[in-house]
């Protein structure tokens, strides 16, 4: 049996994802060990997985922590800019070291672990800094991804659409802003590469995304794919819904109990900005003054306090964090911005979704609730609380879109039984027999 590393950043909704295919290869005899910098410890440790830090020296425990963000969320845009730029520096820093220093803290830890396989999450750029570590000494690697967009062989994905130009100059101080701020990882990416001293056929040029010409793990299932779609060149695995995670469960002992309860959740990243999600935030509120009868849970997350919200009815529970798996698993119908997470999750457990993109993939998870009749697709502009309130009246009301949400978690549920991840972990490890694979396994 192997020794396999998982390294992550610290995006929880990542870490979760992470966590049944760590379960998985657990049962089946490997031995599986988290590598992460500190802010990930608490979460793998919670779930009894062996954790090793990294880069504690630079990136502390707390560095990452809700109230940085609720702070920074409000920072007027020139301090904004310089702390951006503050960080950028100091992670460019930390870059510059790791490439300088072979006796780095990766490094030792990779030569102390000695795993068999380092499995790489990329949900951040930042995680394949362990993959180009682990090249260089010689470690076997792959990606494991949900990131449907930009996972190889997306024949029937439409190309990302350009942005007008009245927009661009709308929003001009921030696209300069952004790129005075932005860390250039593709130029240390290419510094790493060739320290790596890989030949070229396990390289991918001019791949930001996929650097190293590795397996890639990709945990949707196809029976969520739109039609035509075919993506060869991956190793399906189960989907990252781990639903028995831990998790502390306190808040559902307040909950009131209603007709129907609706869970609301749009994420940690804020990618509208500020003031349009507060904006959308209290649409969804009002909303539910025309529901006494139903009950909503409302994770207002890291940049948004209870206290900023007026004229709550009392049938809406507001919270800055909550036990997200055990929500969801008495949920009646769920409002998301269309996280990968929070889609897979109601994916298995067969709940009507409410998809209101934000950015990022979240419109190609919307495109395939709506395909697949598990939901509706809705754009956030011009959306009223009447209109939202009829949208969940739909949910509840017709049964179609609950039958279709269980067809797909049964579809889904066969297609897990069969535990893919373990044939594909045997072919990352080079002793499983590969299949036709586009992306040559080093």
Known sequence: MALIAICVWSMVSEINGTLKLARTLTQAGHRVCYM????????????????????????????????????????RERRRIVHAI???????????????????????????????????????????????????????????????????????????????????????????????????YDRFFEAFLDATGLPQHQLNPNNGRYPLRAPILYSWPSPFELSGTARESVLRIETGAQLDRYENTTLLNDLETRSALIYCSFGTLLPLGLEPTRALLKVVIGSMHEMPDVQMVLTLGPYFKVSEFDNVPANVKLCSWTSQVSILKRSDVVITNGGSATVSECLLLGIPMIVIPLGYESAEYAK?????????????????????SALIRALLADTKYKQAAMLMKASIEKWERCKPSLKAIDICLGTGRPREFAIAIP
Request: aromatic content about 10%; some cysteine.
């Open 368 to 388: 395939r609730v709506a395909h697949h009749q598990l939901g509706f697709n809705v754009d956030y502009r011009n959306l009223s609380d009447v209109q939202m």
């Open 86 to 184: 503050r960080r950028k520096l100091r992670f460019e820093r930390v870059l510059r070291e790791l490439l300088r220093n072979r006796d780095n803290d990766i490094e030792k830890a990779f030569r102390r672990l000695k795993p068999d396989l380092v499995i790489i999450g990329t949900h951040t750029p930042h995680a394949h800094i362990f993959s180009f570590i682990a090249a260089r000494l010689g470690i076997r690697c792959a990606y494991l991804t949900q990131q449907m967009f930009y996972t190889p062989a997306p024949t029937a994905l439409d190309p990302p659409t350009k942005v007008p130009l009245r927009h661009s100059l709308k929003n001009l101080y921030d696209r300069i802003a952004f790129r005075c701020s932005n860390i250039n």
């Open 36 to 75: 992460g910098i500190p802010d990930c410890r608490s979460i793998i440790e919670e779930n009894s997985f062996d954790f090793v830090p990294v880069l504690e020296r630079w990136l502390p425990a707390g560095s990452v922590d809700d109230e940085r963000f609720y702070k920074l969320a409000r920072l």
